[in-house]
């Protein structure tokens, strides 16, 4: 069974720091697209930062770049996302996903591609 659980969500005032992990089992991220979604209270799912797990290509959301930094650590099979001068606009539940062994991600689809997604972690950004 894959499970994708994700950690390091919590409190933090605006212009804060926070790490977020995401570690897999059941699958390892080899030969996909990792990345991370979320979704604040009454709104729709917002991409976030994704990483090819190859290559190690990635790709961010206009709203977070330069402020957001994915990363992958291939020993331990995690991604992590650092969110620095974080907003309260940022305030979400942010989950972790991954496309399947092959998979690529797609920014028009309601999912992004994504196949395997974890339960989210909240992240709260206070004024």
């Known amino acids: 069974q894959v499970q994708l659980v994700e950690s390091g969500g919590g409190w933090v005032q605006a212009g804060g720091s926070l790490r977020l992990s995401c570690a897999a089992s059941?699958?390892?991220?080899?030969?996909?697209?990792v990345g991370w979604v979320r979704q604040a209270p009454g709104k729709e799912r917002e991409f976030v930062a994704a990483?090819?797990?190859?290559?190690?290509?990635?790709v961010y959301a206009d709203s977070v770049k330069g402020r957001f930094t994915i990363s992958r650590n291939n020993a331990q099979n995690t991604v992590s996302l650092q969110m620095n001068s974080l907003k309260p606009e940022d305030t979400a539940v942010y989950h972790c996903?991954?496309?399947?062994?092959?998979?690529?991600?797609?920014?028009?689809?309601?999912?992004?591609?994504?196949?395997?997604w974890g339960k989210g972690t909240l992240v709260t950004v206070s004024s």
């Open positions: 996903a991954a496309t399947g062994y092959g998979g690529t991600w797609y920014p028009n689809d309601p999912y992004f591609g994504m196949r395997d």
């Open positions: 990483i090819r797990w190859s290559t190690g290509y990635t």
């Open positions: 059941g699958r390892t991220f080899s030969s996909s697209v």
